[in-house]
């Protein structure tokens, strides 16, 4: 039979409200009284029920995030900086994957609130409106993180994925580069994949490149439609020098399309993108990548959450976290 904290208090010869308070630390115990009851516990094998003790202070210690890809490796080192931090605050995480389905995510968002979570992460997807209204039935913080919706309404933690775009694109362009294609991400995802487009036309403007739309491919941010969107441009007539992917599952894509063919990466393809997950440094040649800071992201907007929860000050809800442009092998000179 389950024990109690009935059982516990008899054992210990304490009423139940002293066993209560032990359990949850409540320094207003005598160390002796303290020690029974702990001894008690040991004894009966007690393991205090985290529902009801959610239910009596209205706190269940435990935080949902909602994450649209699990099998993604940039959301999995995003997740071990939020865990991380949860771990110091003492949070639970439940973590819950949605396959990137919006109907899956709303689904999601609204069974974690159902579990009396302290706080939500939302992680990495499209914010739409439909998000929104889901958001506007919880009472409790609700932090975006590796995204933001666009009126700003909730506290965020992201970089600045239009810049990073740009310095991508530049980096091709201080290299001598003039005929850029992209890969791009849905241009339905203002937060990223809209920015990072948004960032390449810019800096083709900015260096005076006329923009070519036969020069744009949209993906899916997989490493699969990045091998379909590089057979497309090889098979131009007049072929791009460079190429810039929003990803870099979509660039390794890009680069195994153009080894398939018998060419060579950096000599007749250069190739930069967005992300630098582990596999950037792994591919061959190994890829220059603009780096999110991924474990940072996690950790920041988790401590975020904390402060909302406890009710702290927060000066900046909205935070942008610095991006790194990490130049590898996959990048030359046009005319080298």
């Known amino acids: 039979m389950t024990v109690t904290i009935y059982d516990v208090a008899r054992e210990a010869g304490v009423s139940m409200a ?23 516990i040991e004894r009966l094998g007690y393991r205090p029920n985290a ?3 959610g239910l009596a202070s209205k706190k269940t210690t435990t935080v949902g995030v909602v994450i649209p890809d699990i099998s993604n ?3 999995a080192e995003i997740a071990r900086g939020i865990e991380d931090i949860a771990n110091m605050y003492h949070y639970n995480i439940i973590l819950c994957n949605a396959d990137k389905r919006k109907e899956k995510e709303i689904r ?3 069974t974690l609130l159902e579990k009396q979570v302290d706080g939500l992460l939302f992680m990495g997807g499209t914010v739409t409106d439909e998000h ?10 609700i932090v975006l993180c590796a995204t933001s919706d666009e009126k700003g309404t909730y506290p965020s933690v992201d970089i600045d994925h ?4 740009f310095d991508a694109v530049n980096t091709l362009i201080r290299h001598g580069h003039r005929e850029i294609a992209m890969i791009s991400g849905t241009l339905q995802d203002p937060a990223n994949g809209y920015a990072r487009f948004h960032g390449y036309k810019k800096a083709l403007e900015t260096a005076g490149i006329e923009y070519q ?31 810039f992917a929003a990803t870099d599952e979509m660039a390794i894509g890009a680069i195994h399309s153009i080894q398939d063919e018998g060419l060579k990466v950096p000599d007749d393809f250069s190739v930069i993108s967005v992300d630098n997950i582990r596999m950037a440094s792994m591919v ?17 907007a988790m401590r975020l959450l904390t402060k909302l929860m406890k009710k702290e000050t927060v000066e900046n809800p909205r935070v942008i976290l610095p991006h790194e442009t990490i130049l590898r092998l996959s990048v030359n000179h046009v005319n080298e």
């Open 18 to 40: 002293t066993v209560s308070r032990v359990v949850n630390n409540n320094p207003n115990v005598k160390p002796q009284t303290r020690k029974k009851v702990y001894e008690a």
């Open 51 to 53: 529902v009801a003790r």
């Open 73 to 75: 490796s940039i959301f």
């Open 108 to 110: 999601v968002i609204n």
């Open 132 to 141: 929104i209204l889901a958001f506007q039935t919880s009472s409790v913080p």
């Open 162 to 165: 239009e810049a990073a775009a």
């Open 213 to 243: 739309e036969d020069l744009v491919r949209i993906g899916n941010y997989r490493y699969e439609s990045g091998v379909e969107a590089m057979k497309y441009f090889l098979g131009l007539k007049k072929k791009p020098t460079a190429v």
């Open 284 to 300: 061959r040649p190994l890829l220059t990548t603009v780096a999110q800071p991924m474990y940072d992201l996690g950790a920041v």
